[in-house]
């Protein structure tokens, strides 16, 4: 893997611009010249860190120039931004590069880009060096803003471009043109991870624990609410413990206080909580500031002590139901959500027991649930009491039951009840039906309003409640 120093930001800013500007020119020439302009097509895996990830890229491509393609078929630059925490994921992006090879042969202006934490794994990139050899451009997640750059070097100097660096990368900020403005907004506060639990890959990928200073988050969401931004979603792997790396430490309950200060802002969120680091002023803060919504996200993983203790998660069964019986006294209306995992290696029957005790105890709105799998390099994968397949899948489908049976029940209460959704568009199925999301979280599907309601905050009486989303009127 390429070590690289990093230069300081400044130059980086300057670079990046200078990089978008290049290639904007070209592809204006070209287009002056007669020949059809360029155009993109980006496929995203993974979780929201990922997702803001790809809308950094998207905005930084639409300042060069490209427009969005509307197949691989029809664009010139293909570009896979990566997850690695699981197998499944980075199979699909195997067997989506190699069906590539092909359009290559065709186009041979098109530029194949593969980003991302699969990227950040040594034998991944060797992998596709050797396997792949149509692909044009390797970057990891430290250096997501230099792709201005690598991409002008592969396009002008037409050989491979790998750039991938095992130092965490430094926290840049006043990057320009990095932001496309909708009524939702992802806004990272920290990144990477410190916590090492053992079945995770993300660490690797993403490097140590870094935060941003309180001053720059405030003021790119004040950009974004200028823009019309209505909501943010603060980001970080364990949002609990921003603030800790900082030279004057800001806590995440203080972060949110003057988040919820911004004029003009009307929701707030955030995850990933970590339950060993959520603090009683975290759910004040929830309680007291009327910004931020009553939704908590917060991974359980599973309900057995002694299997969290072997996933390195430093809570208990108890600690944990501690923490939502607190917030549900304090947030009487909160709404939650979790991220569960069947076959840790040396889970028993009971351990699965323990997680379902713990589903039927929070009743959880709604949960993530996923099926082990083995990462290379983390301490889970050289365990030797891995959990069968077929055990695994019972297991899962076992746990996914009782899951699916309690978010429905859950929902049911909400008949006949008006609460506020924030209007994001109109339905995929149906243009006079418009979706959006109440506070807790939930997909609302309303009829009797129009689509200038988009980006602003209506009363829905919800008619239809259902086990992942809500049918309901418009109420005032
Ligand atoms: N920082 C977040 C999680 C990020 S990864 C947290 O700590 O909660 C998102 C989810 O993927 C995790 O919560 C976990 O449930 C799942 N996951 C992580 N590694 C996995 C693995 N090796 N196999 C299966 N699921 C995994
Ligand atoms: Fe992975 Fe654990 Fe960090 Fe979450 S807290 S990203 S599960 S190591
Ligand atoms: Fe997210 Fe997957 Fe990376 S979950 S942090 S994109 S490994």
């Not at 186009?107 to 950040?120: D, E, H, S, T």
């Not at 969120?269 to 603090?279: E, G, L, Q, V």
């Not at 429905?408 to 609460?419: A, I, L, R």
Request: hydrophobic share 35%; net charge neutral.
């Amino acid at each position: 893997m390429k070590r690289k120093q990093i230069e300081t930001p400044i130059e980086k800013i300057f670079d990046q611009e200078k990089y978008i500007e290049l290639i904007h020119n070209q592809l204006e020439s070209e287009r002056n010249s007669g020949k059809k302009g360029r155009s993109c097509f980006l496929t995203t895996y993974g979780c929201q860190m990922n997702e803001h990830d790809s809308e950094k890229l998207s905005s930084m491509i639409k300042a060069m120039g490209y427009t969005s393609a509307l197949s691989e078929k029809d664009a010139d630059l293909i570009i896979f931004n990566t997850c690695a925490v699981r197998e499944n994921a980075e199979l699909k992006v195997y067997g989506n590069l190699g069906a590539l090879k092909q359009l290559k042969k065709k186009n041979p202006n098109l530029k194949i880009v593969v980003c991302g934490c699969m990227m950040q794994q040594p034998h991944i990139v060797e992998e596709i060096k050797k396997k792949y050899k149509h692909v044009d451009i390797i970057f990891g997640t430290h250096n997501l803003y230099t792709f201005p750059e690598l991409l002008y070097k592969a396009m002008t100097e037409n050989e491979r471009v790998v750039d991938v660096w095992d130092i965490d990368g430094e926290v840049v900020e006043g990057l320009k043109s990095t932001r496309l403005f909708s009524v939702k907004a992802f806004v990272n506060i920290m990144y990477g991870c410190n916590n090492f639990c053992t079945y995770c890959i993300v660490p690797y990928t993403r490097g140590r624990e870094r935060s941003r200073e309180a001053v720059d988050i405030v003021n790119e969401i004040k950009e974004l609410v200028k823009n019309g931004t209505k909501e943010v979603t603060l980001l970080g792997q364990n949002v609990n413990s921003y603030g800790k790396t900082l030279d004057n430490p800001v806590s995440f309950a203080e972060l949110l206080k003057m988040v919820n200060d911004i004029d003009g802002l009307e929701r707030i969120r955030f995850m990933t909580s970590h339950p060993k680091d959520i603090s009683d002023d975290v759910i004040y803060a929830m309680r007291d500031l009327d910004k931020v919504c009553e939704f908590l996200h917060l991974p359980v993983q599973a309900g057995s002590t002694s299997l969290l203790k072997k996933m390195n998660r430093h809570y208990t069964k108890e600690q944990y139901l501690d923490i939502i019986e607190k917030a549900r006294k304090e947030i009487p209306d909160i709404a939650f959500s979790t991220d569960i995992m069947i076959g840790f290696p040396g889970e028993t029957e009971e351990d699965v027991e323990d997680t379902i005790d713990v589903c039927k105890r929070v009743r959880y709105d709604s949960a993530f649930t996923f099926i082990y799998s083995k990462r290379q390099g983390t301490p889970a994968a050289k365990y030797t009491d891995q959990i069968p397949e077929d055990v695994k899948h019972e297991r899962f489908n076992r746990v996914l039951e009782v899951i699916n049976e309690i978010s429905g029940e859950v929902n049911k209460k909400y008949k006949g009840k008006t609460v506020e959704v924030l209007v994001e568009g109109t339905s995929k199925k149906n243009d006079e039906v418009l979706t959006g999301k109440t506070r807790q979280n939930k997909t609302v599907n309303f009829t009797g309003g129009s689509k200038d309601l988009v980006g602003q905050l209506v009363n829905v009486k919800i008619t239809n409640p259902k086990s992942f989303s809500m049918d309901g009127e418009l109420a005032n």
